[in-house]
């Protein structure tokens, strides 16, 4: 039996389509990528989680911030010389910034409200509170040498391990004020030192 030469056309056509996908069987169809759906995005967006280390470093950064304002509230009360009470001051502007500036860092909401205080830093506020007038400014200035020392010790660290690079931007600019604390209340230590007797 002869077949019409238009139906075997249509036959012939058919069959080559045959396990041809359907996507690929429309007029213009482009060929699929295995790959149009696995890259990543250049940058991701924050995943509201801190590293083990990042994080240790954030609650002590909390911690110190809040001693620092009752060293500085301190300072303000009982401090003899203007500069002890000028340091005072200083102290509680960093610390507010501070916590102001870790509160905005990815994965750390809610943690800057906490008002806990190093056990250390606690007992020697309690000391302080009891002292006046130059005995305090000599106290008070050990005191800040030892932690705004033992702080900028951290804060380079920080600097250069940090896996958060809001973490990493905050504690470079917190090295420049922790430094200056360091060197003023030295400062002030040489002065009450060579502070001639009464």
């Known amino acids: 039996m002869r077949i019409p030469l238009g139906t ?7 069959t080559s389509l045959v396990g041809v996908p359907a996507h690929a069987q429309s007029v213009g169809a482009q060929p699929h990528s295995v790959h149009a759906h696995s890259a990543k995005p250049a940058e991701q967006g924050p995943t509201g989680k ?3 280390s990042d994080e240790a470093f954030l609650r002590n950064e909390v911690r110190t911030a809040n001693a620092e304002l009752a060293y500085g509230r301190l300072a303000r009360q009982n401090g003899a010389s203007p500069e002890v009470r000028q340091l005072g001051r200083q102290m509680e502007n960093n610390a ?3 916590l102001k500036h870790l509160g905005s860092v990815a994965g750390a909401e809610g943690r800057t409200d906490s008002k806990e205080i190093n056990p250390e830093d606690r007992q020697a506020i309690d000391t302080l509170s009891q002292l006046h007038g130059r005995a305090f400014d000599q106290q ?3 005191r800040v040498q030892s932690l705004e020392s033992t702080e900028l010790g951290m804060l380079e660290e920080e600097a250069y391990t940090a896996s ?6 905050y504690a470079n600019d917190a090295k420049l004020e922790t430094r200056q604390l360091v060197n003023e209340s030295a400062s002030i230590g040489v002065a009450e030192k060579q502070a001639p007797n009464p």
Not at 8 to 14: I, K, P, R, V
Not at 164 to 169: C, F, G, T, Y
């Open 140 to 142: 008070f200035v050990n």
């Open 96 to 98: 507010q910034n501070d």
């Open 50 to 52: 801190l590293s083990p």
């Open 8 to 14: 075997a056309a249509a036959l012939t056509l058919a």
């Open 164 to 169: 958060n690079a809001e973490l990493q931007s």
